[in-house]
């Protein structure tokens, strides 16, 4: 018989959580998924998407957590992953080995990606540059007719 968990099942559906600001950065929106609460912050698991235009991005940093993966389901992102820029298009899975340094510098107004996260209370530590950063796509806007 397996050993009792100090985990809890968790089931939260599209409706039980909504999209809010207050996340790591501004210029995203966050749907919490209900893993945090369910693994005793041993895990977090949550929605991200485009919330407004790339100006700077990201910036340089590096995230102190023992284990990190982006899925991308909608749009497209532009990481420089240490000295190589990649391009995540949906449905792409990128694991973001620990302490690697990176920048998210340009993305889809589209864009939406899953995040999963050990531990739910990872840090997020600014770097220095580690090179250059192409330049993000301008978003077009609508035209008044």
């Keep these: ?21 207050g996340g790591l950065r501004d210029f995203f929106l966050y749907r919490d998924l209900g893993v945090a609460a369910a693994t005793n912050g041993k895990v977090i698991a949550h929605l991200v998407r485009a919330n407004m235009a790339p100006e700077e991005g990201t910036g340089w940093h590096r995230h102190e957590a023992d284990f990190q993966i982006v899925i991308m389901i909608k749009g497209w992102a532009r990481f420089m992953y240490e000295d190589k820029e990649t391009l995540v298009q949906a449905g792409d899975c990128v694991h973001q080995r ?15 990606y899953l995040e999963i996260v050990s531990p739910a209370d990872f840090k997020s530590v600014d770097v220095d540059p580690v090179c250059e950063v192409p330049a993000a796509t301008p978003w077009k806007t609508a035209v008044a007719a």
Excluded: A, C, N, W
């Design 1 to 21: 018989m397996p050993e009792p968990s100090d985990t809890q099942f968790s089931h939260v559906k599209p409706g039980d959580t909504d999209y809010v600001s």
């Design 98 to 112: 620990p302490g690697i340094r990176h920048y998210l510098f340009d993305y889809s107004p589209d864009m939406e």
